[in-house]
């Protein structure tokens, strides 16, 4: 199993930046795709990004297009969030996600391995 460790997280305020970041340890990085979704508050947990291993395929939510970027630095076995234009539903815990091949998913029943989570607030 693949350990995941995200971190970044915080309290800003609506129009912000904040980047996230990931670590991948344990069985091998190479190759796996790797997402984001997060979880609000009474919601379900939803997709946010995804990347392949290339980072040549990406993949993003309407809700975040044009505002989010997701890249990988793989000789670092880290993936980045990089929030721009931060709005209060963005409000969440983000969750990094990874498998271990295939497409850039946008279904979180397709991802293996899971970190803890880091807290993003965005006021008004």
């Known amino acids: 199993q693949m350990q995941l460790a995200e971190s970044g997280g915080g309290l800003v305020q609506a129009g912000d930046s904040l980047r996230l970041s990931c670590v991948a340890s344990?069985?091998?990085?190479?190759?796996?795709?790797m997402a984001w979704f997060r979880q609000a508050p009474g919601k379900e947990r939803e997709f946010v990004a995804a990347?392949?291993?290339?980072?040549?395929?990406?993949a993003y939510a309407e809700s975040v297009k044009g505002r989010f970027t997701i890249s990988r630095d793989n000789a670092k076995n880290t993936v980045y969030l990089q929030m721009n234009s931060l709005k209060p539903e963005d409000t969440a815990v983000y969750y990094c996600a990874a498998r271990d091949y295939g497409s850039v998913y946008q279904s979180r029943d397709r991802y293996s391995d899971w970190g803890q989570g880091t807290q993003v607030t965005v006021s008004s």
């Open positions: 990347i392949s291993w290339s980072g040549a395929d990406t």
């Open positions: 344990g069985r091998t990085y190479s190759g796996a795709i």
